[in-house]
C-alpha cells in the first residue's frame, strides 16, 4: 500500500509529514488528552453563548420592505408569527459572480449546509435569505439547487443598514409584539459555523432554550431532549411524547453516568 508520504513524492509534492503510527492503547491516550482541551473549549463556547443572550438589544425604527412569492412584506411580516428570527444576507444579483445561474459561491456553500428549517421554527425561530435578485430569478435559483429556504427580494436599505451591503452576514432580530430589535450580528468567517440547528439558536437571544442554559430569569426553557421531533412531525403546542420522554430520558442518565467515570 503507497503511504501518503510516497504519494506525496510520487506527485511532485514535497513529502507530508505525517503523524507517528502508535498502538491503539497509545491512541486512546492521546484522544483523552485532546478531549479534555475540546471539553473546555465546549464549556467556553456555552459560556459566550449565555454572554451573548445578555447582549443590548437595539430597536429597528424604519420600515423596511421586501418582495416575497406573494408579493410585498415588511421585516415583522418576515418574522412569520414566530418570535426570533435570522436574516442571512447572500449575494445573488447582477454583477455577482455566477450570476444569472448562480448564486455567490460562498453564500452557495452556507445555503448547501442549512439544517430542515422545521427545526428552528419548533424554537419560535425563523431563518431567511435576502437578496437583491427578483422572486423570479430566486424561485428558479431555488429549484436548480433544491434549496426550500424562505428567500426574499432587498428593496431599500436594509443590507446598507444592517452591515451587509458588501458583504455577508447574519442578522438576528427578536420581537416584541410588533416592536422588532436587532440583538445579534455575525458575519466573515463567524459565517462559516453556521447551518447547523445549534449554531444557529446559539446566536439568537432565547438560545436553544433548554433548563440546562445559563439564561437570564424568565426566559423560555424546556428539558433538553424532550422538545426534538422528525422535521415532519412537529406540531403546534403538541403534548409530551411519553415514550420518546422515556428514551431520551435513560440515553441522558448512561451519559452523565459514563461522564462522570471519567
Known sequence: MTSAAESGRKSGQTAMHTPPVVSPQEWEAAHEQLLVKEKAQTRARDALAAERRRMPWMAVEKNYAFE??????????????????????????????????????????????????????????????????????????????????????????????????????????????????????????GDEQMGGTWNYLDITPLGRQEAWEDSPEGYPQTPAYKWWNWHDSYAADPAADKKWAEVSEAGEAAFREANTKQ
Open 68 to 189: 416575497g412569492p406573494d408579493g410585498k412584506v415588511s421585516l415583522l411580516d418576515l418574522f412569520d408569527g414566530r418570535r426570533q428570527m435570522i436574516v442571512y444576507r447572500a449575494f445573488f444579483e447582477p454583477g455577482v459572480f455566477g450570476w444569472p445561474d448562480h448564486a455567490c459561491r460562498g453564500c452557495s456553500m452556507v445555503a448547501d449546509q442549512v439544517a430542515h428549517v422545521a427545526h428552528l421554527n419548533a424554537r419560535d425561530t425563523t431563518l431567511v435569505f435576502v437578496s437583491r435578485a427578483p422572486q423570479a430569478d430566486i424561485a428558479r435559483l431555488k429549484a436548480r439547487m433544491g434549496w426550500e429556504i424562505p428567500w426574499f427580494t432587498l428593496t431599500d436599505s436594509f443590507d446598507a443598514d444592517f452591515g451587509v451591503d458588501e458583504w455577508h452576514g447574519h442578522n438576528v432580530f427578536i420581537r416584541d409584539g410588533d416592536r422588532v430589535f436587532r440583538t445579534y450580528f455575525i458575519n466573515n468567517r
